[in-house]
């Protein structure tokens, strides 16, 4: 007999459904398969448009009807997972994984996801000597018989994914995207670089390359258009004899290391010559080849390469003795870490090195392929980049264990009001939860029940998004009462920063959102009421709700709770410490707490800063608060929109059609699988 066309599709993408769609063989009809799939579709359209508390409702319902139904249990375990709730998320997918056959693409999808979030989950990690980097590509300088570049010397990784790479040999900078292909080139101001040598950005962006036979710095903007040069060739002040690293510190002064004088130059910011030091004196010895050069914080590290050591420095130039004396061979350029250590690249391996405790790891070794590596550093995407010399290439390099699982590929919404034309939005991460930015339509292929999809198109990638949209959240609580004022100042600065104020929470004995329709209300919703100040106040209540108001919006987004830093009582009554925190981290929300008064942040807070990408932030900080919260608009986001042409019949609307995407980056690669229905016929 001859299967019924929804049956087919279903068969075709999801053999679990079988039994959802399947009649009753003495009726004809069976009731429970209908009202089972009636809730499984609300479930679908409620999940697609982020309400996952309706979507949770609507699955449990299904289940009711049809309870050993795998895809049932796998969507369930879906909203629980996009709702906070990972651990009834795993056992929801355990069941279901339970229940698909053996080794069929489900059940594959779903041990991988399994995999992922329980390690991620872990309570042990590894220990930092156990970390090894592997290749896992490679940008050549040479194609076809044909060299590209010749002789990179350095590399800058940039926030969109992308790295520019100092081309000694060729006299160029180029800029070459994730997938190894070079967007731009330059080439410097007319005359031309005369071999550059290595390159640092400072904070508006301006790009600054060492010329080393030209003796100077040429200073180009962040486009790469050449404005200017600092320093000239000579040995006098503010003069070069082969001017090789470079770095700029926090304040954007810049620091050069000349090789042929064996010092080390500092100039301001608009490139003024200030000093040099690292003659002999005191307890220094001098430097006798200095190669490698970084800033962290308020100190300067330079590395030696005949000593085999690296110096510390404060930044007026004095000596504060050595920072790493053992195993260093032949040092090279040093990069920072977010965390304030050194990545030093040291001939054919990569090591990492702690200042504070002189502790010198390795991190890579390139010893089999051969060559020199001259600058390493890691890219936005958490790979390790490195320069090599002497074999001409940018090698990449990834942990081991990121390359054994892959890319973590979630479709996140479907879609579908405009069939056949159909949309998702997929996120890509790594196995941490990082973001994976610079893609592009070479990196995914959607297929519908294994076929490749008509008309496949690239229409967006969150990380190119330089607009962020935010919600607040301010403490009622006793503590913040005399505070008024300055959670006024807070709500001025956080709104004059952001592209788009969301929402306003106030968090009282019952969450309520405030009017904001107006610079008026706005302010009076800043004050509050005196009713709204309560010691019960819930944090987790109004934290939820505002973080539910971001969904739907920009792919760049923050949480801001402005207050004491002080946490009541009754803070996580409903919604527990890491259900917050997933809820925020699965749906691309970055938290922020800005401490008004003179409090600290209990370490609740600091958690949820640090497992979604935010910070702690004191309202009178040096700075203020306003630039550490329009950093959100440069944040990573994993975030891409694609369409295609769907060639699926839809049985009027009734069928559940398949859909899967797959991501390639050089040697990694991930899936996902999902579906949805059609508009009703």
Not at 277 to 306: L, M, N, S
Not at 495 to 519: F, N, T, Y
Request: proline residues 5%.
């Amino acid at each position: 007999m001859k299967k019924p066309v929804a049956l087919s599709i279903i068969l075709l993408g999801f053999a679990a459904l079988s039994v959802l769609f399947s009649q009753d063989a003495n009726t004809g009809f069976d009731r429970n398969a209908l009202m089972a799939r009636d809730e499984f579709r609300r479930g679908i359209l409620a999940y697609n448009r982020y309400g996952f508390n309706e979507a949770l409702l609507s699955f449990e319902k299904a289940l009711s009807y049809k309870p050993a139904e795998p895809l049932i249990l796998e969507w369930l375990g879906r909203a629980y997972y996009r709702s906070g709730l990972e651990e009834t998320a795993l056992r929801q997918w355990q069941e279901a994984l339970r229940l698909y056959p053996a080794g069929s693409k489900q059940s594959l999808l779903l041990t991988s996801y399994l995999e992922t979030i329980r390690n991620r989950r872990a309570l042990f990690f590894m220990s930092e000597d156990q970390i090894r980097f592997v290749e896992s590509g490679r940008y050549p300088a040479k194609q076809g018989g044909m060299f590209l570049y010749r002789q990179p010397s350095a590399v800058l990784p940039l926030p969109d994914g992308s790295v520019w790479v100092v081309a000694y040999g060729s006299n160029e900078i180029l800029r070459i995207d994730v997938n190894g292909v070079i967007k731009q080139r330059v080439r410097g101001p007319l005359n031309g670089f005369d071999r550059p040598y290595d390159i640092a950005r400072s904070s508006d962006g301006r790009l600054f390359v060492s010329e080393y036979r030209g003796g100077r710095i040429s200073v180009l903007d962040s486009q790469g258009n050449w404005k200017a040069y600092v320093g000239t060739k000579g040995r006098g002040p503010g003069q070069f004899i082969g001017p090789q690293n470079i770095c700029i510190d926090g304040e954007d002064y810049l620091y050069v290391v000349d090789f042929g004088t064996q010092r080390i130059s500092k100039f301001t910011p608009d490139g003024t010559y200030l000093f040099s030091f690292g003659a002999k004196g005191g307890d220094f010895p001098g430097f006798r080849a200095p190669t490698g050069i970084a800033a962290i914080e308020d100190q300067v590290f330079v590395a030696d390469q005949a000593d085999r050591t690296i110096y510390r420095f404060d930044k007026s130039g004095n000596y504060l003795g050595p920072a790493i004396q053992d195993g260093l061979t032949v040092p090279e350029a040093l990069r920072p870490t977010r965390e304030g250590k050194l990545i030093v690249a040291d001939g054919t391996k990569i090591l990492l090195a702690s200042p504070d405790t002189g502790f010198v790891q390795p991190l890579a070794s390139l010893g089999n392929a051969g060559g020199r590596v001259l600058g390493a550093d890691f890219d936005q995407n958490g790979s390790l980049l490195a320069a090599n010399f002497q074999a001409e290439e940018v090698t990449v390099l990834n942990r081991t264990e990121d390359m054994a699982s892959g890319l973590f590929v979630q479709i996140e919404r479907v879609i579908a009001d405009k069939f056949p034309l159909v949309t998702i939005d997929v996120q890509v991460q790594d196995r941490h939860r990082r973001p994976i930015v610079g893609l592009d339509a070479r990196n995914f292929l959607i297929t519908e029940g294994g076929k490749p999809v008509l008309e496949q198109s690239f229409t967006g990638a969150a990380y190119l998004s330089n607009t962020a949209a935010i919600s607040l959240v301010l403490e009622r609580s006793p503590n913040t009462t005399p505070l008024q004022t300055e959670l006024q100042t807070a709500v001025k600065d956080s709104v004059a920063a952001a592209d788009r104020l969301v929402s306003l929470v106030s968090a009282g004995e019952i969450p309520v959102k405030e009017r904001i329709d107006s610079a008026a209300a706005l302010q009076q919703s800043a004050k509050g009421s005196a009713v709204a100040y309560s010691p019960r106040w819930r944090f987790d209540l109004a934290l939820r709700l505002a973080a539910t108001d971001l969904l739907p919006v920009e792919k760049k987004r923050a949480l801001v709770f402005v207050g004491s830093g002080r946490l009541g009582q009754k803070a996580f009554d409903t919604y527990g410490l890491s259900e917050l925190a997933s809820y925020m981290a699965n749906n691309g929300i970055a938290f922020y707490t800005v401490i008004v008064g003179n409090g600290v942040a209990d370490k609740e807070l600091q958690y949820l800063c640090d497992q979604t990408g935010g910070q702690v932030l004191r309202l009178y900080q040096n700075q203020g608060i306003g630039p550490a919260l329009r950093q959100i608009r440069q944040n990573p986001a994993g975030s891409y929109t694609l369409q295609y042409r769907s060639q699926l019949p839809t049985d009027f609307g009734r069928a559940f059609l398949p859909v899967e995407a797959e991501v390639y980056l050089l040697e990694r690669s991930g899936r996902d699988a999902l579906g949805y229905f059609a508009p009703l016929q």
